[in-house]
């Protein structure tokens, strides 16, 4: 799966599909075959982190 590439635009898709979808962060990841740590490193540029109590990025 391709993500976006623009950092809002990933967050929003992001925690969309972790609200929706996904039980967790982990859960996310291997299911769209995506490495966690590049993604929290291109959410954390942007000064969002993934909080799991609430399973979103914030």
Known sequence: MTLPKDPF???SY???QLRDT???LAE???TLEINEQD???KLNIIHYEYIS???QFR
Do not use: A, G, R, S
């Open 22 to 24: 996904f039980k967790n």
């Open 53 to 55: 109590e609430l399973n």
């Open 14 to 16: 992001v925690n969309t």
């Open 39 to 41: 993604l929290k490193e």
């Open 9 to 11: 635009i990933l967050l």
């Open 28 to 30: 996310l990841c291997e």
